[in-house]
Nanobody, 111 residues
């Protein structure tokens, strides 16, 4: 059974940091790219970042310079380091790979 489980969300003040993690199982993790996608309240999904099989990364302009994606194939995990968080980063963050989605983790940026 393929599983993607996100963790690390929470409540943070503007300017703060969070580190999200996506733990995968049930497939050959190292053979697939992993995406982070977020959905803010009342809005559609927004792609945030992707890390390819070879470690190449791409990141949305909206978070460039603040978010960093990384992967650990030995642990089948992908991390999203989020710094300098803004109100507009509030969303449910999902990881996606191989056609599967996790349940999401809530990130709330509020003072």
């Amino acid at each position: 059974e393929v599983r993607l489980v996100e963790s690390g969300g929470g409540l943070v003040q503007p300017g703060g940091s969070l580190r999200l993690s996506c733990s995968a199982s049930g497939f050959t993790f190292g053979a697939y790219e992993i995406n982070w996608v977020r959905q803010a309240p009342g809005k559609g999904p927004e792609w945030v970042s992707v890390i390819a099989v070879d470690g190449t990364t791409y990141i949305s302009d909206s978070v460039k310079g603040r978010f960093t994606i990384s992967r650990d194939n030995a642990k089948s995990t992908v991390a999203l380091q989020m710094n300098s968080l803004k109100f507009e980063d509030t969303a449910v963050y999902y990881c996606n790979s191989n056609g599967f989605w996790g349940q999401g983790t809530q990130v709330t940026v509020s003072s």
